[in-house]
């Protein structure tokens, strides 16, 4: 179809062609063009099939109000065609269809509407109860909305931005410029949020005059055009808002373009003022088959024309309640359109000038009347006119009804952040009538409609919100209020409920298929709350976010009941306000790695790097799964392993013991100048969460090591576990400070007597010492013997600027041995058979000390430390039923280790492997696993299932622990 | 979602900044001669009030200290600090 061209409201670009796909035919738009508005401009009429009944449905509103036009493109279901931009090469396929769009097989499900009442849902097929599984998945297969497909992926740019603002405008129209302008004038930072592509809101496709006859589009690219030249207004366009909560944060996301860093960006603002501009969107107009294609709001009609250049169609018939619908028929008269009729449910109250261009056209002007009844079955054929009671009534044939209750104001906003409304039945409206602290309302929103009323109205809300942040501007806030108050007030709202009848093909609700009829029989069964109905009923509880039902439902109820006084009460809006996208929430995935000094070195030396925790660390050098050269250089000559992933603190103060008595569980007390002690820490439960080592390097000063994944929560755990007690200590986290170097293996001293003129000999520096030694070159080293891996080791703590060079000098020194590096695998099976733990590998949430045969690291004799976990511990010494960590080797050695994780099977799942590997110094796999406590004695037969084994179980039997070495010489030498 | 704190140290900040630390329960109890209900009672019952509490935050995004706040549990906004609770 060919697109207007000249009109000066276009938002399109003509000359840029787009085609997409579309049910497996080719349909041609332009730039600018939403996925709807090219379907509607390339002549589709029918955009998908409803949820229940299978109407055809097709355009009713462009800002995504309802199901209608939610499509599955490019593989991705359930997105509102009105809200995604058309994009080159699209594929677009309409929901909820069997068979084709227009002939669809379910189709007759309309004429079965009878049977599924108000909580159908609820009540029907539930008995026998055999019967509800099956219809269930009946059911499910005939409704519901778009199919994700399991292989489906999505390469969708997520990103997320937490902007600090003081003025957070939600609304870029008329009223939300104003009031970002006159903030920002104040010397405020202002971002302004608005959902759809362009600012300028209701005025940007308008060419009505204004009072100092310029067309409206003009007035509001003007003011658009100073917004945008403010460096302190923030503009986020296409950035719906879905919540705002009650200390001044507003969240939304935002889609972007080709041109952007993001496909969806959520953005969370925090604001010391809120103004809320939202606006107002259309109540639907009720009457049978108001659902048909070719029945839409005037907006919709009015945008199609004005932004996009399309003409909805060769003839049409109006059926309103506002100026808005005149002002949309006169429109669309001028650009080509035959207007047949405007019916206005208003008796009185029209724009004088709006009914003089109506009979300057010879457009037929109804006063008082509305559509009954829309014919045709597909698409639109003819409408029934008439008087409310249907005295009169005329039919007229036509293509397009464009149909209107008026408009409905969107407050949600405001009652979500702890505001409330109230109607107002001059209006017709839910009005604000209380705002939450630092919050302002202004525009359409409070009813306000005359353009001159909507800038003196948003100036002022602008200005009340730099008022509650301290600026004083009461000479503009004076002439503000002056200039509302010789503006136009808010006009009065129809009364326009529903045509007369059952109802029983009056939709309130598109989404959920909710009728008139629906509403009544809910009443008759004794609902009376909206809030109810609403549940019983499912009307408003669609992915439209209830945009659809949400004003008509709570009038019809209020209009039902018994005491015509009630006050309409609206149901209560919560987050989001429009359908968002999960993606939209998750944001970005930023990779926040940490890279050790060794990183790259490691990386050269045929290093596999993988993530643990926030680390990169070196899984194994060279090909081999097993690590085994590497395993076997620590048993027999020598290795380093890089291990500055560990967590390092100094604790020092008068009061550094107490705080370690808190929350180690062993006795503090009794750790020795330059002595390494094994410890362990708890949580109330007595579970261990860290074990590490602690060193007393001087009075009232100690150095600790915790595992690689607990340093970062371990000053905060001192401190927590402190709180009360006002203690003079201090914890100074210096793991990414120290990087770590372990020499281990039996020719491990004499690489270090090469890098160290101090005496580093057993008995100078005996096992379980700490030494602070000077390296070559005048590098300060802390030096431990420990045993993790249960050879000779050194761990050199160096300065995290020198790991490079005391690296470089230790393969130096170590290069007449053949030094290499080893990894983590190679680590994880040399301690594996020594029988020492890894935190994570070796426990799980509920292991407590005792179980891992930890139990002689806890001290009983220290309650005046109130130590953390202590309590839990004394409880859980010798209670029964508990998975006690055990070491086993296998039946039948050749078949390898079992994988760990596999469960331990002894009739019933008792437990499971842990960890196991080939013992290359045993020759035969070994390995350890929790298991329950009946199975813990030396010589039980395990039964391990192993994934995919068939059920054929395989065997182990407890072996003890450890398996390597077990009178630990070979660590002391 | 949606709260601002105010750290002693650094001043309002968001609330994302901070880990929540539980309700202000008091000291720890003595251990000895603790019973194991009461033990249980300390770690992990709550009183789960709707409305003003006294608790413990975390400013582990910052400064890194705990200081206690209260809190509005039904409006989720902190409150100036109530002597009472
Ligand atoms: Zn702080």
Known sequence: ????????????????????????????????????????????????????????????????????????????????????????????????????????????????????????????????????????????????????????????????????????????????????????????????????????????????????????????????????????????????????????????????????????RYIEITAAGAVVATGCIERPLLFAHNDRPGVMQMGCAHRLLHTYGIRPAADAVFSVAHDLGLEAAIDLHDQGVTVHCVADARTD????????????????????????????????????????????????????????????????????????????????????????????????????????????????????????????????????????????????????????????????????????????????????????????????????????????????????????????????????????????????????????????????????????????????????PGAAAEIMAVRTNVGLLDASTLGKFRVFGPDALKALQRVYVGDMARTRPFRTTYAAMCNEDGCVIDDGVVIRTGDNDFYITTSTGRAAQTVEWFRYHTRYDGWDYHIVNLTDAHGVINIAGPNARKVLEAMTADDVAN????????????????????????????????????????????????????????IAPFGLEAQNTLRMEKGHVILGSESEQRTVLHDLGLGFLWCRTKPEAKTVGALALRDTADQPGRLKLVGFKMETPGDGPPRDGSPVVNGRIRGYVCTARHSHALGEPVGMALVEEELARGGTRLGIYEDGCGGRLRYGTVAPMPFYDPEGTRMRI | MALNLNCPICGPRSGYEFRFGGEDKGPRPAEEGATTALWLAYAHLNRNVAGVQREWWCHKDGCGTWFRVCRDTVTNCEVPTVDTL
Not at chain 1, 773 to 784: D, E, K, N, Q, S
Not at chain 1, 796 to 812: D, F, G, I, Y
């Open chain 1, 1 to 264: 179809m060919e697109r207007l061209k000249h009109l000066p409201t276009l938002r399109i670009a003509a000359r840029q062609p787009i085609t997409l796909r579309f049910n497996g035919r080719t349909l041609a738009g332009c730039a600018g063009d939403t996925v709807a508005t090219l379907l509607y401009g390339s002549g589709e009429r029918i955009f998908g099939r409803s949820l229940k009944y299978h109407r055809p449905r097709g355009l009713y509103s462009l800002d995504g109000e309802c199901s209608n036009a939610m499509m599955t493109i490019d593989g991705m279901p359930n997105l509102n065609a009105e809200l995604t931009p058309a994009r080159e090469g699209m594929r677009v396929e309409p929901q909820n269809v069997m068979g084709s769009l227009k002939w669809d097989l379910l189709g007759g499900l309309d004429h079965l509407a009878f049977a599924m009442p108000a909580g159908f849902f609820y009540k029907t097929l539930h008995k026998p109860s055999w019967l509800w599984p099956r219809a269930v998945k009946g059911i499910r297969r005939a409704a519901g909305l778009g199919v994700l497909h399991p292989e489906a992926r999505f390469d969708q740019r997520c990103d997320a931005i937490y902007p600090n603002v003081d003025v957070c405008v939600v609304g870029g129209g008329p009223a939300g410029l104003s009031a970002a302008l006159a903030a920002a004038e104040e010397g405020l930072r202002v971002a302004l949020l608005e959902a759809r592509p362009r600012l300028g809101g209701f005025c940007d496709y308008r060419v009505r005059a204004d009072a100092q006859g310029k067309p409206l589009h003009q007035w509001a690219a003007a003011l658009a055009d100073q917004v945008r030249a403010r460096d302190n207004i923030r503009v986020f366009t296409d950035a719906p808002v879905v919540g705002a909560y009650p200390d001044g944060r507003v969240a939304a996301f935002q889609r972007g373009g080709p041109e952007d860093a993001f496909d969806l």
């Open chain 1, 349 to 624: 109250g029209q724009d004088p000038l709006l009914i003089a261009a109506l009979e300057q056209r010879g457009i037929p002007l109804r006063r008082g009347w509305v559509a009954h009844t829309a014919h045709g079955r597909s698409r639109l054929r003819a409408v029934t006119l008439g008087t409310p009671a249907g005295t009169f009534r005329q039919r007229i044939a036509c293509e397009l009804l464009v149909a209107s209750a008026g408009l409905t104001p969107l407050t949600g906003l405001v009652t979500m952040a702890g505001g409330q409304v109230k109607y107002d039945p001059r209006t017709g409206f839910f009005l604000p009538v209380r705002l939450p602290p630092n919050m302002q309302a202004c525009g359409r929103l409070r009813g306000l409609h005359d353009p001159a009323a909507l800038a003196a109205d948003g100036t002022l809300a602008g200005l009340r919100a730099a008022e509650g942040l301290g600026c004083r501007p009461q000479r503009k806030i004076a002439a503000a209020e002056a200039a509302l108050a010789a503006a136009p007030g808010a006009p009065r709202g129809s009364k326009w409920l529903a045509a007369p009848g059952k109802g029983a093909k009056t939709f309130i609700c598109f989404d959920e298929d909710g009728t008139l009829k629906h509403l009544h029989q809910a009443m008759a069964q004794g609902f009376d709350v909206p809030e109810l109905i609403k549940r019983f009923t499912a009307i408003g509880t669609g992915p439209g976010q209830g945009g659809i039902p949400g004003h008509n439902l709570p009038l019809l109820v209020a209009a039902g009941q018994a005491s015509p006084a009630s006050d309409p009460m609206p149901t209560t809006v919560r987050p989001p306000l429009v359908a968002a996208p999960i993606a939209a929430y998750a944001g970005g995935r930023h990779d926040m790695a940490k890279r050790t000094p060794m990183h790259d070195a490691q990386v050269a030396a045929g290093g596999r790097m993988e993530r643990v925790g926030e680390w990169f660390r070196a899984r194994r050098f060279g090909t081999d």
């Open chain 1, 763 to 818: 008995t100078a520096f005996p096992f379980a010492a700490c030494r602070d030694l000077t390296l070559a070159g005048g590098i300060p080293a802390r030096a431990m013997r420990l045993g993790f891996v249960g050879e000779l080791s050194y761990e050199l703590h160096v300065p995290a600027s020198c790991m490079e060079t005391a690296w470089r000098m230790a393969e130096a020194a170590g290069a007449p041995f053949g």
